[in-house]
C-alpha cells in the first residue's frame, strides 16, 4: 500500500504565477515531512522540510504546509520560474526509513 | 566533485546475470540506502545500512543484496539479473540531526535486464 500518495501526476502553470502541489499520507506516525526536486538524469535534491510540530515551513520563494488532521501536505512555489520546471516528491519518514509519494511533474509555462 | 557517486550509469545486462552497483560518499554520512524508481511508483527503498555493522530491509528486497564495505561506501548486487529489474537505481546518505533528517542522493543507475 501507497502511504505516500501525490494524486496529480502532472501540473502546468504560467510563469510567475503560484504553483500548488499536493500530497496525502496515511501513516499517523510520519513526523518528519519533505519535498525533493528532480531534474531529468540527475538524482532528486531536497527542496524544504517540516517537521510534525509546526503547520509551515518557508524558504524563500518555496513553502511548505503541513495539516496533519488531514494528513495533507502541500507545496507552495511564488511566483514560479521555468527553472522549477521539474519532477517533485513528497516523502514522510518515521525516523528509519523514508516513504516516497510517485512525484508530480510540474512545467512552468514562459 | 560530486558528494554521492554511482558506477555504473548505465548498464545493459541479461537475465540470470550477477550485477553489481556501487555508491561512493564523501560526505561522511553514517546512514546509506539504495532505493529503485519506477513509473508511476515512485521511489521505493531497498535497503538501508545506519552503519558499517548495520544492514536492513527495505520494502522491495527480495532478489538483491547488498554489501557495506566501509562507511562510505554501499553495494547492490542482483544475484540473478530478472527483466522485471529494469529500473533506475538511487543511492542516498543522510545524517540524522535533531530527528530531522535529509537524504542527498547520488546521480543514479540506469539499468535494463533483457
Known amino acids: 500500500d501507497q502511504q505516500v500518495k501525490q494524486n496529480s501526476p502532472s501540473l502546468s502553470v504560467q510563469e510567475g504565477r503560484i504553483s500548488i502541489l499536493n500530497c496525502d499520507y496515511t501513516n499517523s506516525m510520519f513526523d518528519y515531512f519533505l519535498w525533493y526536486k528532480k531534474y531529468p538524469a540527475e538524482g532528486p535534491t531536497f527542496l524544504i522540510s517540516?517537521?510534525?510540530?509546526?503547520d509551515k515551513n518557508e524558504d524563500g520563494r518555496f513553502t511548505v504546509f503541513l495539516n496533519k488532521s488531514a494528513k495533507h501536505l502541500s507545496l507552495h512555489i511564488v511566483p514560479s520560474q521555468p527553472g522549477d520546471s521539474a519532477v517533485y516528491f513528497c516523502a514522510a519518514s518515521t525516523g528509519n526509513q523514508f516513504y516516497f509519494g510517485t512525484g508530480t511533474s510540474l512545467t512552468v509555462i514562459p | 566533485d560530486a558528494d554521492v557517486t554511482q558506477t555504473p550509469r548505465n548498464r545493459i545486462t541479461k537475465t540470470g546475470k550477477r550485477i553489481m552497483l556501487e555508491c561512493s560518499q564523501t560526505?561522511?554520512?553514517?546512514?546509506m540506502y539504495w532505493y529503485r524508481q519506477d513509473p508511476g511508483l515512485g521511489l521505493r527503498l531497498i535497503y538501508y545500512?545506519?552503519?558499517?555493522?548495520?544492514?536492513n530491509k527495505g520494502e522491495i528486497s527480495d532478489g538483491y543484496s547488498v554489501s557495506r564495505q566501509a562507511q562510505a561506501k554501499f553495494s547492490l548486487s542482483l544475484e540473478s539479473a530478472i527483466p522485471n529489474q529494469t529500473a533506475l537505481y538511487f543511492c542516498?546518505?543522510?545524517?540524522?540531526?535533531?530527528?530531522?533528517?535529509?537524504?542527498?542522493f547520488g546521480p543514479g543507475t540506469r539499468l535494463l535486464v533483457l
Open positions: 545500512s545506519f552503519d558499517v555493522k548495520d544492514i
Open positions: 517540516i517537521s510534525s510540530i509546526k
Open positions: 560526505k561522511g554520512h553514517d546512514r
Open positions: 542516498a546518505t543522510s545524517d540524522l540531526l535533531d530527528r530531522e533528517e535529509t537524504q542527498y
